[in-house]
């Protein structure tokens, strides 16, 4: 490792040819920077992920014992989700939970909340217009337009599949 | 070694200047937020601000607080009113200068807004020094700053946004440096003068990165540039400082820098050091690659920095702030993260 890395550092300061040069730069500069530990940072993802679907079911589970069917159910716990995401983010909690979870913490609907709480509550101060109104999906955005457009490519693939009867 | 060329010019080499009547530093001050407070030199600041809104609304006008607190700071400490002040040059990373427009407008000094990133307390200082010594001002004060919600707000997400940050990603200093460089020395003080004996400006250097969460890695490359050009103009090697100090290069960039300079034959491995390194404590504060921003460089100066040279502990250094010129946009348009690094040397009479 060490003969590998002098070796690529020199590969950078004698090369004359700019575009090699930096794609040298770059070669070395990933073997010198330290990465996360990509089983760690799955096994922490997995156990929040995890621990947060587990809630979810338990809310599921208790809003069905209170007399809700399946559906409504699904939708209470949604909502209830959401509301514990935004309240953690608005004390400053989910932010820790984030660190340590990684995508377990981003892929449930709470990742969404937050992302979507995160910049009203910083741009609050730009105004209800400017400030919130215009900003509060700028990490939401991508999600909510790309989910709708391709939900609206599927419908269309899914209408034509059944004017063809395949489906 | 180079001294001043014929017919009394500045100029040496390429890109330096040894200037012919040095200016001093007559005061400094440094204004940090908490988490730097409770860093190693927490205990060297004038002032920690525990609350990172300074009482104040917005993120830009805390930063903007900082950065009066601060002038203010160096003008008591140096016993003079803002009218002895014949240019303030400063600047911060908030969009259009925000800090600085807004933190120092009260103070009716004539101003110079500069932008270099984190870099520009070293572009302060040149410029402050360049004009004291042409003869175009008798004292003039450097002023930056940065605050670690404002430039997340900024740069980043914002600050309630769950994300992990990687290894190689800074933690921007929340912090005001100012120092003021003068004519004359200060004649109330017993304490030995620091004078600015000259500068390397810097090139702008671009090997190609893109992570912008790995700015020690592009401001490395920049910063090996100025030192190196600084030995050839000066003709010297690296045993003629007894410290070159970095602004915000952080763990992954003091690698790179010792390893680029080491091709050339320059080892500066012992007498090298970091600001973004030595104002956090890596194991306690969670900051991972160390700490950055305009404010990083900037207050470690004018408190740990002048504090050795005023004490003799250094005789000589480079001091060399590294700035990474990225902005939002030039990121999401699939631009390199351009670095900067500007070398003022300064000793202890």
């Given at each position: 490792m060490?003969?590998?890395k ?5 590969n ?6 700019t575009?090699k040069?930096?794609?040298n730069?770059?070669?070395y500069?990933?073997?010198?920077t330290?990465?996360f530990?990509?089983a760690?940072?799955?096994l ?18 208790y809003?069905?014992?209170l007399?809700a069917g399946?559906d409504?159910?699904k939708s209470y ?5 959401v ?8 004390v400053?909690?989910?932010?820790k939970?984030?660190k340590f979870?990684g995508?377990?913490?981003?892929v449930?609907?709470?990742g ?11 741009y609050k ?7 919130i109104?215009?900003k509060?999906?700028?990490?939401a955005?991508p ?9 609206w490519?599927l ?5 034509i599949?059944?004017?063809l009867?395949i489906? | 070694m180079?001294?001043n060329g014929?017919n009394g010019s ?9 200037f012919?009547d040095p200016?001093?530093?007559?005061a ?5 937020g ?6 190693p030199m927490?205990s ?10 300074l009482g104040?609304n ?8 900082l950065?009066?607190?601060a002038?203010?700071?160096?003008l008591?400490?140096?016993?003079l ?6 240019y303030?040059?400063?600047?911060d990373?908030l969009?259009?200068?925000?800090a600085?427009?807004?933190g120092i407008?009260?103070?009716?000094i ?5 932008y270099?990133?984190?870099?520009t307390m070293?572009?302060?200082m040149?410029i402050?020094a ?6 175009y001002a ?7 700053s940065?605050h670690f919600?404002?430039a ?10 769950g994300?992990?940050?990687?290894y ?9 440096g100012?120092?003021?460089i003068?004519?004359q020395k200060?004649?109330n ?5 620091v004078?600015?004996k000259?500068?390397?400006?810097g090139k702008i250097?671009d090997?190609g ?7 020690g ?9 100025t030192i190196k ?7 010297v ?7 070159i100090i ?6 992954v ?7 680029l ?11 090298h050091?970091?600001c973004?390194?030595?104002?956090f ?5 969670d900051?991972?690659?160390g700490?950055s ?6 207050i470690?100066?004018?408190s740990y920095?002048l504090?050795?040279?005023?004490e003799?502990?250094?005789?000589r250094?480079l001091f060399?702030p590294?700035?990474?010129l990225?902005?939002?946009?030039s990121?999401?348009e ?10 003022v040397i300064?000793e202890?009479?």
């Amino acid at each position: 490792m060490s003969n590998q890395k002098k070796g690529s550092v020199s590969n950078v300061v004698s090369e004359q040819d700019t575009k090699k040069r930096n794609e040298n730069y770059n070669q070395y500069v990933k073997e010198v920077t330290p990465k996360f530990s990509m089983a760690k940072n799955m096994l922490q993802a997995f156990l929040v992920g995890g621990i947060i679907c587990t809630i979810g079911q338990c809310f599921i589970n208790y809003y069905k014992y209170l007399g809700a069917g399946e559906d409504m159910a699904k939708s209470y716990n949604t909502v209830t989700l959401v509301f514990l995401a935004v309240l953690f983010t608005g004390v400053g909690v989910y932010q820790k939970l984030a660190k340590f979870g990684g995508a377990g913490t981003l892929v449930p609907i709470t990742g969404f909340a937050n992302s979507v709480a995160a910049p009203a509550v910083e741009y609050k101060k730009e105004g209800q217009i400017f400030g919130i109104g215009c900003k509060i999906f700028t990490i939401a955005g991508p999600v909510i337009l790309y989910g709708i457009f391709s939900s609206w490519v599927l419908g269309l693939i899914y209408y034509i599949l059944k004017l063809l009867k395949i489906v | 070694m180079a001294e001043n060329g014929a017919n009394g010019s500045k100029m040496v080499g390429k890109q330096s200047i040894f200037f012919k009547d040095p200016p001093y530093i007559v005061a400094s001050a440094s204004i940090a937020g908490k988490k730097e407070g409770e860093g190693p030199m927490g205990s060297l600041f004038d002032l920690v601000q525990m609350d990172p809104m300074l009482g104040k609304n917005t993120w830009e006008e805390a930063e903007s607080e900082l950065m009066k607190e601060a002038a203010q700071t160096a003008l008591q400490k140096a016993g003079l009113k803002n009218t002895d002040i014949r240019y303030l040059i400063g600047g911060d990373l908030l969009g259009q200068l925000i800090a600085t427009s807004f933190g120092i407008a009260e103070l009716e000094i004539p101003i110079l807004g500069i932008y270099g990133a984190c870099s520009t307390m070293g572009e302060a200082m040149s410029i402050g020094a360049m004009l004291v010594d042409g003869g175009y001002a008798d004292k003039v004060m450097a002023i930056t700053s940065s605050h670690f919600a404002g430039a997340e707000k900024q740069f980043r997400f914002p600050l309630d946004y769950g994300n992990q940050r990687p290894y190689s990603a800074s933690w921007t200093v929340t912090g005001s440096g100012a120092v003021i460089i003068s004519k004359q020395k200060n004649q109330n003080s017993s304490e030995p003068g620091v004078i600015i004996k000259g500068i390397t400006t810097g090139k702008i250097v671009d090997y190609g990165l893109k992570d912008s969460m790995n700015m020690g890695a592009a401001m490395a490359p920049a910063a090996y540039d100025t030192i190196k050009q600084n030995f050839q103009d000066l003709g010297v090697d690296p045993n003629y400082y007894d410290k070159i100090i970095t602004g915000d290069l952080g763990y992954v960039g003091k690698n790179i820098l010792i390893d680029l300079l080491k091709e050339n034959n320059y080892d500066i491995s012992n007498i090298h050091m970091d600001c973004g390194i030595e104002i956090f404590n890596e194991d306690d504060q969670d900051t991972h690659s160390g700490g950055s921003g305009c404010g990083c460089s900037a207050i470690t100066f004018a408190s740990y920095i002048l504090k050795q040279l005023k004490e003799r502990s250094w005789k000589r250094v480079l001091f060399l702030p590294t700035g990474a010129l990225l902005s939002q946009v030039s990121f999401n348009e699939g631009k390199t993260v351009p670095g900067i690094a500007h070398a003022v040397i300064v000793e202890a009479e």
